[in-house]
């Protein structure tokens, strides 16, 4: 018995011998790879910084200085541990970590398809500009102004005062009309009026109108087309093109065009 407990004594005195001379042998490694882990922290606090205030003159969207910056930290870091780790000669756990990593991002890159494309989107809406905080836009079916860019999704404030938030995916996919952009626009009626001997008569009636508009753009063209004849009637496209500077001119400019020529033409009877 005394025997058998002597043996086993040895076999883990053996053990923990050869634990505290793999220690004493490691300690110079264990010392460089910390003193190197080290390095790198500091090295990517420092770049986070940088970057961030480099990405700032980029990018006006805190989001995306934030993700820029948040995403070399974590490769530095992600860096300094496996260099480190390869000092220790801790290559299966590298082997390891790095197929751990990858398995987990698949997984991940599958669960939040949605959310990852909402992303992507996000950070090209950031860099392209298609619009900026403050543009009149529309898109989706809403017009409104752009209230704030995020990497998830887009904020509108519409005319009636409501909040509507698009994801960025639906934005980038479809089609984008920013009116803040658009410096002029053009107006077309298409209206019918009696038949008569009068048309060049209602047509000056209502290019004067046109013409004497102080919204509409005096070089560019305005037309009075009579294009079909329907039964007693004459089909008119009357078109003309209006500054775009304010939300409301394109309504305005249109609603007093109709008012006008209606009435002009009522009273001259060619309505």
């Not at 063209?221 to 009579?226: D, I, L």
Request: aromatic share 10%; with cysteine; net charge neutral.
């Amino acid at each position: 018995m005394d025997e058998q407990f002597h043996s086993y004594s040895q076999l883990i005195f053996d053990k923990l011998h050869g634990w505290l001379v793999m220690a004493v042998k490691m300690t110079p490694n264990f010392i460089l790879a910390v003193l190197v882990f080290f390095v790198f922290l500091l090295a990517a606090r420092f770049i986070r910084k940088i970057t961030y205030k480099f990405s700032q003159r980029l990018s006006e969207t805190p989001a995306i200085s934030n993700l820029v910056s948040s995403l070399l930290y974590i490769v530095l870091m992600l860096m300094g541990l496996f260099i480190a780790l390869n000092i220790l000669s801790l290559d299966k756990a590298v082997t390891s970590l790095l197929a751990g990593a990858g398995i987990i991002g698949l997984a991940l890159g599958f669960a939040f398809q949605d959310l990852t494309a909402n992303f992507i989107s996000g950070i090209f809406i950031t860099f392209k500009k298609p619009f900026e905080v403050g543009h009149l836009i529309e898109t989706n079916g809403f017009t409104g102004r752009v209230d704030n860019i995020a990497l998830r999704a887009t904020t509108m404030i519409t005319a009636d005062g409501l909040h509507v938030i698009i994801p960025n995916k639906e934005i980038f996919q479809k089609p984008i009309i920013n009116h803040s952009l658009t410096p002029l626009r053009r107006i077309t009626l298409t209206f019918s009026i009696p038949l008569s001997d009068k048309l060049n008569e209602a047509e000056k009636i209502m290019t004067d109108i046109v013409t004497g508009m102080k919204d509409v753009v005096p070089d560019r063209p305005k037309t009075v087309w009579y294009s079909a004849i329907e039964g007693g009637t004459v089909k008119v496209i009357l078109s003309c093109w209006v500054s775009n500077e304010s939300d409301d001119a394109y309504e305005r400019i249109t609603h007093e065009l109709i008012t006008k020529v209606t009435t002009s033409l009522k009273a001259a009877g060619l309505m």
